[in-house]
């Protein structure tokens, strides 16, 4: 992947956080997320960032196994979100094969997408390391075992406060806006994008959300 160059040219440290939004700006003109504060205590995916600015990333994931469940006839993000997360949290909390209560993880993503009309929405939930190799079979079998990430590299957007239905496409937007004339312009063409929750509902300060967009 060849390297981008950002507009800022100048050297200086800033360090702030915005409705969620953590910032870092290191003396090469790079500004890049820092982690979010709930991976200090939740197990979160590892990945290897490639490309950083305020604007957006671009990362690869290490392949991990991860639970999913697609919401059937769902109309909203908030209906679909919901529903698919309380599916895995009866997992995590003994609805398997073993009957074990597994760690809650970071971040909760969601798949949104079109098909003929109807939204499409799957939800995920990553697996901590130590079922990583065998993970405990899901009762019902609608939640599956699948490995992400789906394509090589992900772009990357945060964003804070509460994910809806109305600031998570316009996000979306902004993102592919800002991929067009850069080195990863293909992302910005990809119709079906996620969303990752790093927080549980309850909480109201230091929230973080991310768009991200699948990409070879």
């Given amino acids: 992947m060849a390297p981008y160059s950002g507009q800022m040219g100048y050297c200086f440290l800033l360090s702030f956080v915005f409705f969620g939004l953590e910032l870092v700006c290191d003396c090469e003109g790079i500004i890049g997320y820092s982690k979010p504060i709930n991976c200090a205590y939740l197990e979160c995916p590892e990945y290897e960032v490639l490309h950083s600015e305020s604007r957006f990333e671009i990362r690869a994931y290490k392949a991990a196994n991860w639970m999913s469940f697609p919401v059937q006839g769902s109309k909203s993000f908030k209906d679909a979100s919901t529903k698919g997360f309380l599916m895995l949290f009866d997992y995590i909390n003994g609805k398997n094969s073993e009957g074990r209560n597994i760690s809650i993880t970071a971040p909760i993503i969601v798949d949104i997408g079109t098909s003929t009309g109807t939204s499409l929405y ?37 964003f804070g406060g509460f994910s809806n239905d109305k600031n998570i496409p316009k996000q979306a937007y902004i993102l592919k806006g800002y991929l067009k004339g850069t080195p990863w312009e293909s992302a910005s063409e990809v119709q079906v994008y996620s969303q990752a929750s790093y927080n549980a509902p309850y909480e109201r300060t230091n929230r973080v959300n991310e768009i991200l967009i699948w990409f070879d």
């Fill in 122 to 158: 799957i939800v995920y939930f990553y697996l901590p390391k130590q079922y990583q190799a065998n993970p405990p079979i899901p009762i019902p079998s609608s939640i599956q075992s699948v490995s992400l990430p789906p394509k090589k590299f992900a772009a990357v957007r945060r």
